[in-house]
């Protein structure tokens, strides 16, 4: 298993209410990172926000510049909380989706344009 694979597995799994199986996982990549020779993982989280918290951790350090994060973060509902704490400003909810092409609601009228980007 590859080190940048892992994280991905764990949190499909851990959202799917396969909790069990993520640790699993986890327990897994951490034997093949001692195998390997590589940096031991974190210890193994007991809460499911702790698991959350690691696995995003793990995540932006193995994708850093490959434009997960913001997703990520998005995706786990923590971006405005990311955005008040590291970089102290407020988010509203129309800074949290984007533009929806305008070559798309051309071809769809049903589609409106997202809050914010009339």
């Not at 327990?27 to 696995?55: M, Q």
């Not at 400003?89 to 980007?117: H, K, W």
């Amino acid at each position: 298993m590859r080190r940048g694979s892992w994280p991905a597995a764990c949190q499909a799994s851990h959202w799917s209410g396969k909790a069990e199986w993520s640790f699993t996982v986890w327990i897994a990549a951490a034997a093949c990172c001692r195998r390997a020779g590589l940096a031991a993982l974190p210890t193994t989280p007991t809460t499911k926000d702790a698991f959350v918290d690691v696995l995003l951790q793990e995540r932006a350090l193995e994708l850093c510049a490959e434009g997960h994060r913001w997703y990520d973060l998005l995706r786990t509902g923590r971006q405005k909380q990311r955005q008040q704490t590291v970089y102290n400003r407020t988010v509203t909810d129309q800074y949290l989706r984007l533009p929806i092409p305008q070559s798309e609601i051309l071809l769809n009228a049903n589609l409106t344009q997202n809050p914010g980007y009339n």
